[in-house]
Structure formats: structure tokens, C-alpha cells
């Protein structure tokens, strides 16, 4: 019982660094904001495991950069996360997705870990 405790809070804590270093990270803020406008269109979507992905592959000339540098910014928010809290990348991004998700505009989908897409 106490090993749920002591993990429920470092989980907790985490989340909460997570959220003031992506708020007070340029970069990966920057990143999350340029997405947007194509997330509220349904060009691009956001993953279970914290990354985005391009949904219209017709749009891949003119998004297929801008998603990538997300992706790139993120994966080193979640690198640098990692390595201090002694989890995996994948982990973090897990942890993080759901923040993302929520911080995203109305109608942005959502590729759950099934394969299935959702819309928020």
C-alpha cells in the first residue's frame, strides 16, 4: 500500500513539473501553440503517447515540418524529464498526453492506444 502511495506522488509531482516546464519551455510551448490551428481543423492530431501526428496525409508538404519539429521539441522535454525522474521517454510522454489533449482546441482528435481515433 505504501509503494502505490510513494509512486501515486512522485506520479503527481511529475505531472506537475511537466506542466510548469512545458508552460515556462519555449520551444515545446511555441511548438504546442503552431499546432492549433491544424489540430482545430483535423489535420493534425495528437497521440496516446504524447506526440502528434498528421491525420491528412494531403497536407503532408505544408505540415509534415511543423509536426515533426513538435514532435522533436517534445521528444526533448520528455528526454530531459526522463533522465531526472529516472523513467523512459515513453513513459513521460504517456503521462503528459493527457495534459496536452486538454490544453488543445475543441475538436482536435485524439489516436487512442487502440488504433481508434476519438475527437475531443
Known amino acids: 500500500m505504501l509503494g502505490r502511495?510513494?509512486?501515486g506522488?512522485?506520479?503527481r509531482s511529475l505531472v506537475v513539473a511537466l506542466l510548469?516546464?512545458?508552460?515556462?519551455a519555449g520551444t515545446a510551448w511555441a511548438e504546442a501553440r503552431a499546432l492549433d490551428a491544424p489540430r482545430a481543423?483535423?489535420?493534425v492530431g495528437e497521440r496516446f503517447d504524447g506526440y502528434a501526428e498528421l491525420r491528412d496525409q494531403t497536407q503532408a508538404?505544408?505540415?509534415?515540418a511543423l509536426v515533426a519539429q513538435a514532435n522533436a521539441a517534445r521528444r526533448k522535454v520528455y528526454a530531459?524529464?526522463?533522465?531526472q525522474n529516472k523513467m523512459t521517454?515513453?513513459?513521460v510522454g504517456r503521462i503528459f498526453a493527457p495534459q496536452i489533449l486538454q490544453g488543445a482546441p475543441a475538436g482536435t482528435w485524439y489516436h487512442q492506444e487502440s488504433g481508434a481515433w476519438v475527437q475531443k
Open 5 to 7: 502511495a510513494v509512486y
Open 9 to 11: 506522488n512522485a506520479l
Open 20 to 24: 510548469i516546464l512545458m508552460a515556462c
Open 41 to 43: 481543423a483535423g489535420a
Open 61 to 64: 508538404d505544408t505540415l509534415g
Open 80 to 83: 530531459e524529464q526522463a533522465a
Open 89 to 91: 521517454v515513453d513513459q
